[in-house]
């Protein structure tokens, strides 16, 4: 062989090495929260969904709580079961399935709705109450599971924002990984709080590191875009850190922006007093803008899906005006020019 020749295959060999290394080129997940309909579609919901260049969608069947004198998760996965068609077992397989012909792909992210309270407060005064919230737990997750296998969903939640479960219970947290995935083949994340993910010691058992993105950035009515790169930055910077610990790419499970004055800041308080808020739809076109270009950058970044869209937001009960939704709003334009970039 030819000196010349030896050489190249030496660089050609070299190459192939730091590929490998580099892995294969990340895809960044541009997802919508989708919110389940109350019936079923009137028309194809995708076509608005992939006119925004999002390539995954979440679908999020909600049970509830009631926590206290009743440990239990309540969701019947009988079909006729009354509740919103697409948080039916039915209405969730349809949407899979024309998500899918719609050649999207999905997370399913079942969801526990606490009344009035936030979920990452629940809390029991003793052992037998918590195991008996577990025990109902696991009969609401493990269902999805399989459902998600039978499906070819590609990305399974197996909870969200279930602070002191979580922190004080681990173990249930680590036997329910063990138990999914004796019945899912696919990639499994947590979705943590933006301030609970840090206390999470259960990464390494999942593929992704998934954290609802609600940081706050910026208390000013309308913060600039260049106003929100330096909070970003910081952010950011933390997070990379937390990636390389644990060896997992971070997925922002939620993120999104009430469209109100202020909606870079507290989104928790913004919610108490949405009423009271004046409507901004530049301080949430920005704060959504900020966080794709900010983000989109990093490599330990794995994209994530924006709260929320509604299928058909003419049929949905209440105002859209100040919603996280960007339906119809300047944010909707900017999170069709990012994706279309990422």
């Known amino acids: 062989m030819k000196l010349s020749l030896k050489i190249i295959l030496v660089f050609f060999l070299f190459g192939v090495v730091i590929n490998a290394q580099s892995g294969i080129p990340r895809h960044i997940i541009k997802g919508l929260s989708f919110v389940a309909s109350p019936r079923p579609f009137e028309s194809d919901p995708f076509v608005d969904v992939k006119k925004v260049n999002s ?67 629940l809390q029991f005064d003793n052992k037998k109450d918590w195991e008996s919230w577990e025990s ?41 990984i063990q138990k999914v995935r004796a019945r899912y083949s696919g990639m499994i994340t947590y979705a943590a709080n933006w301030d609970e993910y840090k206390h999470i010691n259960f990464w390494n058992k999942l593929d992704y590191i998934g954290i609802d993105a609600y940081f706050p950035l910026s208390e000013k009515t ?9 909070p970003w930055d910081e952010v950011l910077n933390t997070l990379e850190k937390f990636s390389r610990k644990y060896n997992r790419k971070i997925l922002f499970t939620e993120y999104g922006y009430l469209s109100v004055d202020g909606s870079a800041g507290k989104t928790w308080e913004l919610e108490a007093n949405l009423n009271k808020l004046n409507y901004n739809q530049e301080a949430q076109a920005n704060s959504i803008q900020a966080l794709l270009e900010c983000c989109c950058k990093k490599d330990f970044w794995s994209g ?30 900017v999170l069709r020019k990012c994706y279309s970039k990422m």
Not at 81 to 100: C, M
Not at 150 to 166: F, M
């Open 304 to 333: 994530g899906f924006l709260w929320k869209w509604y299928p058909e937001p003419h049929n949905m009960r209440h105002d859209l005006q100040k919603d996280h939704s960007p339906q119809g709003k300047l944010a909707e334009e």
């Open 222 to 230: 309308t913060p600039e875009l260049a106003e929100l790169m330096n």
């Open 55 to 121: 390539d995954w969608i979440a679908v999020i069947p909600y049970s509830f709580t009631r926590g206290g004198s009743d440990p239990k998760v309540h969701y019947n996965h009988d079909e006729n079961d009354k509740k919103w068609w697409g948080e039916s077992r039915k209405g969730i397989e349809e949407t899979i399935v024309q998500a899918q012909a719609n050649h999207l792909k999905i997370m399913l992210k079942p969801q526990v709705w606490y009344g009035r309270d936030w979920i990452g407060n």
């Open 136 to 176: 109902s737990y696991e009969d609401y997750i493990l269902p999805f599971a399989e459902l998600a296998e039978s499906s070819c969903v590609e990305i399974l939640c197996i909870g969200t924002e279930i602070k002191q479960s979580v922190s004080q219970r681990p173990q249930f947290w680590e036997r329910l």
